[in-house]
């Protein structure tokens, strides 16, 4: 597609639950990172892709995070036990290296309840 | 821990007034990027400056980064309402490392 697209836009779930986050990149983008950002801050980041791998997993908080991208396009964010502090938007952005500047998508809003 | 630091946080003046926003660090990095956001979406990239000095434009917009690589600013001459919105820097540490640290944001709002 044109652009970066996620799925849903917004997402209410109650504290406890699994929910997945899905993020289709620009077609040939190789690179394919998530970011959450929490009211009123900047982007943190979470992981990064290259190819069907994560090259870099640092930013997850904790092990109820995991990320997958099994055919190098779609990614999938697997979130588990969801708790009230994961509410935030979750953005997916695509590059192709080198990275001189991510396109974003829109993001999702998860609300944790 | 915040490593790049953006001023002010909020500012709101009016039309066709001139105004710096700054992004500071103490750490040194490889690119700085500039992007802008609206309400609901994702950032917009504006720009990627990687020479220590470097000056760019952008139409109204003006961006440097600073010499030992650690501070940029963006300036924006006779601000329009259209200038409305979220500013963030972002820095790639370690070149190649595909990792950015965004800034907490500044919130500027250009009044009619």
């Known amino acids: 597609g044109a652009g970066v697209s996620q799925t849903p836009s917004n997402k209410v779930t109650e504290k406890g639950k699994y929910v997945e986050l899905r993020c289709d990149p620009i077609s040939g983008h190789t690179a394919l990172y998530w970011y959450r950002q929490s009211l009123g801050q900047g982007p943190e980041f979470l992981i990064y892709?290259?190819?069907?791998?994560?090259?870099?997993d640092s930013g997850l908080p904790n092990d109820r995070f995991f990320a997958v991208r099994p055919e190098g396009s779609v990614s999938t964010l697997k979130i588990q036990r969801t708790e009230r502090g994961d509410s935030a938007v979750y953005l997916c952005a695509s590059s192709s290296l080198p990275n001189y500047g991510y396109t974003f998508g829109s993001g999702t809003r998860l609300t944790v309840v | 821990t915040q490593l790049l630091k953006q001023s002010p946080q909020f500012l709101s003046i009016q039309e066709g007034e001139n105004l710096t926003v700054y992004c500071n660090s103490s750490?040194?990095?490889?690119?700085l990027q500039w992007y802008r956001q609206e309400p609901g979406e994702g950032p917009v990239l504006l720009v990627t400056v990687v020479t220590g000095g470097e000056v760019k434009k952008l139409k109204r917009l003006t961006f440097q980064f600073g010499d030992a690589r650690k501070d940029s600013s963006l300036h924006i001459t006779a601000a329009q309402p259209g200038d409305t919105g979220l500013y963030l820097c972002?820095?790639?540490?370690?070149?190649?490392?595909?990792?950015?640290?965004f800034g907490q944001g500044t919130r500027l709002t250009i009044n009619p």
């Open positions: 892709f290259q190819g069907t791998g994560a090259a870099d």
């Open positions: 972002a820095g790639e540490i370690i070149q190649g490392a595909q990792k950015l640290v």
């Open positions: 750490s040194v990095f490889s690119s």
